[in-house]
């Protein structure tokens, strides 16, 4: 099955830099790639997704790159605001043998500090 | 308001005595999908539903079950749960596999 690992586990970083969040997947059937936002006490809230068919994506001060080659994929987030705290999670959803399974990254406790 | 409900958000049970947490969406999404989320294993997958009468197991769903009965409606049950079921539980649908997941708010269940 898909493996998922997502480095850091945590991530601190000054408000105003640049905050990076890695994944790798194992499966090549996966062509699906979504980033989620969850904040205290809340389920997880989309913020970027990507398409095996492309390799870089951009919403405003929000990225995702993808090397299909390498299996990774990774979030941007640039000039960072302390509401940009969060713990953020890494996805990888195939269509392997038929099954449409959904893997998920351990997540990335980003904290930004003002 | 599009929106993915469960209930109940807190449930605090004894091992043995079966429960069933409601899912329901007003987006008439075809993909609907249960989570576990524990400390540092981050959300796994326990089952998932492409669409009625249409399920199948995820990464964790041995004491799982679930049914499709209808499109908006996705119950997990558990029968006979055990202290290893406590954790953070969500639902979440989205349009079709391999599309934005929309989650609902989570419940935080205890089994002692």
């Known amino acids: 099955g898909e493996n998922v690992e997502q480095h850091p586990s945590t991530l601190s970083v000054q408000e105003g830099d640049s905050a990076v969040i890695k994944c790798t997947y194992s499966?090549?059937?996966?062509?699906?790639f979504p980033w989620y936002k969850q904040e205290l006490g809340k389920g997880p809230q989309l913020i970027i997704d990507?398409?095996?068919?492309?390799g870089e994506k951009k919403d405003q001060r929000i990225a995702v790159t993808l090397n299909k080659t390498a299996k990774h994929f990774s979030l941007h987030i640039t000039e960072t605001q302390p509401e940009d705290s969060a713990v953020y999670f890494c996805?990888?959803?195939?269509?392997?043998?038929?099954?449409?399974?959904?893997?998920f990254g351990t997540g990335t406790k980003l904290q930004v500090i003002p | 308001e599009a929106q993915v409900t469960q209930n109940p958000r807190y449930l605090i049970t004894v091992t043995g005595k079966k429960l069933t947490v409601t899912c329901s969406q007003n987006?008439?999404?075809?993909?609907m999908s249960w989570y576990r989320q524990d400390p540092g294993l981050g959300l796994r997958q326990i089952y998932y539903?492409?669409?009625?009468?249409?399920?199948d197991k995820g990464d964790v769903p041995e004491g799982y079950k679930v049914s499709r009965k209808e499109k908006r409606n996705f119950p997990l049950i558990l029968e006979s749960p055990s202290p290893n079921q406590t954790s953070l539980y969500f639902c979440?649908?989205?349009?079709?596999?391999?599309?934005?997941?929309?989650f609902g708010q989570g419940t935080r269940l205890t089994v002692v």
């Open positions: 979440a649908s989205s349009f079709t596999a391999g599309a934005q997941a929309f």
């Open positions: 499966d090549s059937a996966s062509n699906y």
């Open positions: 990507i398409r095996s068919n492309v």
């Open positions: 996805a990888a959803h195939g269509d392997s043998g038929g099954y449409q399974k959904v893997t």
């Open positions: 987006m008439n999404h075809e993909y």
């Open positions: 539903s492409m669409n009625v009468e249409v399920t």
